[in-house]
Structures are given as structure tokens and as C-alpha cells.
Nanobody, 128 residues
Framework: QVQLQESGPGLVKPSQTLSLTCTVS??????????WTWIRQPPGKGLEWMGA???????YYSPSLQSRASISRDNAKNMVHLQMNSLKPEDTAVYYC????????????????????WGQGTQVTVSS
């Protein structure tokens, strides 16, 4: 089990770029078979998988967000980052970092229910 803590700005203006960080403790983000993901939940809606980065460094994205989102990692600091550009008010949501230890297929990666460890989430509001 790992502990995850999201951090980032709570308020972002439309058209700006969002940068979020997930600080991981309890294990290394490069440990075999770990997958690290970003999931968000807009107000009144369900969980939306955004993308993931594997222990290998390979990245996977939701087709709907692939053109705007980028996931990276800092191995030395044990952090996973999310950047998303061209923000819109509909990007307002609680953003979660989550992790899964174990093999996941590409299909399984995109299901929030497959992730075992979650951060508490961070609210991001897109508004001028």
C-alpha cells in the first residue's frame, strides 16, 4: 500500500495550463508493475479516467484528453505530475491521484475501480 498526496492550484483561469503533483510515499514509483493514474470527478458527475504512467515510464491517455494532457514523473522526488493545457470551465473537478500494484491491460488501465490506493483529491476550479 502506498500513500498519495495531490497538490496544485485551486483556481485556474480559462485557457491557462493546470499543473498538479502527486507525491508518493511508501514505495518507489519505479517499482515493478505499479501504475500511477489521474482521475477526476466533475461536480455532480462520475469518475473520469484521464491517463496513467506505468512503472516503465510508458504513458496512456484518455482519447478525449490526449491532446491536452501530459503525465510525467520525477523519479528522484517520487512524484507524478499532470499537466493539462487550454483549460475550460468544464474542467472544474476534484482531481485524484491513484495507484495499482499489479499487471493491468490497456483496457483495465482506464477503469477507476481497478486502482487500490487513492489520494484525498484536490479541487480545481476553472473560472475567470
Amino acid at each position: 500500500q502506498v500513500q498519495l498526496q495531490e497538490s496544485g492550484p485551486g483556481l485556474v483561469k480559462p485557457s491557462q495550463t493546470l499543473s498538479l503533483t502527486c507525491t508518493v510515499s511508501g514505495d518507489s514509483i519505479t517499482t515493478n508493475y505499479y501504475y500511477w493514474t489521474w482521475i477526476r470527478q466533475p461536480p455532480g458527475k462520475g469518475l473520469e479516467w484521464m491517463g496513467a504512467i506505468a512503472y516503465t515510464g510508458s504513458t496512456y491517455y484518455s482519447p478525449s484528453l490526449q491532446s491536452r494532457a501530459s503525465i510525467s514523473r520525477d523519479n528522484a522526488k517520487n512524484m507524478v505530475h499532470l499537466q493539462m493545457n487550454s483549460l475550460k470551465p468544464e474542467d472544474t473537478a476534484v482531481y485524484y491521484c491513484a495507484a495499482k500494484a499489479g499487471g493491468l491491460s490497456v483496457v483495465e488501465l482506464s477503469s477507476a475501480r481497478n486502482y487500490d490506493d487513492w489520494g484525498q483529491g484536490t479541487q480545481v476550479t476553472v473560472s475567470s
